[in-house]
């Protein structure tokens, strides 16, 4: 990670439904610091009680994906990345637990859970460089959601709804301006748009490089465009700079 960003982590939970693939997503409250009223994927920043988790699992140079494991339940009462995942009810118990001041690790030993880390796939990692008040180094994980019927809780005072949606979708909401989201949000969308199965998603995420992406400003045709590079597995790599930061 990056010394002078803060480190981050976000996972992409994705559910093979009936009707087309879904992803787990929520609502930032407007009230938020960073990307607020925008639809993210669950994450938060990288704290030291994850760090002493994932060291004490086994796992020292993991503490991201116990971040973004917790941050889910945090912000939604999904529960992905767990073993055993157990019942849907599980998941506010451990949101409450989690939100009433409970440490993690302690919590998952109460209820006889553990953090399956080869459960989450590097998906990709961004870190936009441009004057905002808060830059995060973010790694976005992929795994798959728990079987059953899970319904999203959002996070009180954070998060303004949670819920199950394709990506095509939110995509089509973002672009009529029925919702918004930050540009990693709408280029992360793009790609997991363009795969049917969890399975196909999983294999654009290996076949690509984790190497940080950085977005930069271009002209094209005149035009300032945010840019990103070609071959990282995403179908859009640049938006006007007008439009590329609306939240």
Known sequence: M???????ATLVVWRDAPSGPEILVVERAAGMAFAAGAIVF????????DRALADALGRPDEAAKVTAVRETIEESA???GLAPAGDPALGPELQDGLLSGADFGGLLASHGLTIDFDALTP???WMPAFKHARRFDTLFYLAEAPTGEW???PQPGECVAAEWASPTELLERIDCGDA?????TKRNLERLASHKTLDDALADARAHSLDTII?????IEGVPHVRIPEDRGYPVISEPLATAFRA
């Open 123 to 125: 998906f990709a990692r």
């Open 2 to 8: 990056s010394d002078d960003a803060i480190p981050a």
């Open 78 to 80: 999904i529960v992905a």
């Open 215 to 219: 977005p930069w400003i271009e002209e």
């Open 151 to 153: 319904p999203p809780n």
């Open 42 to 49: 669950p994450g938060g920043r990288i704290d030291a009680a």
């Open 180 to 184: 918004s989201a930050i540009f990693p």
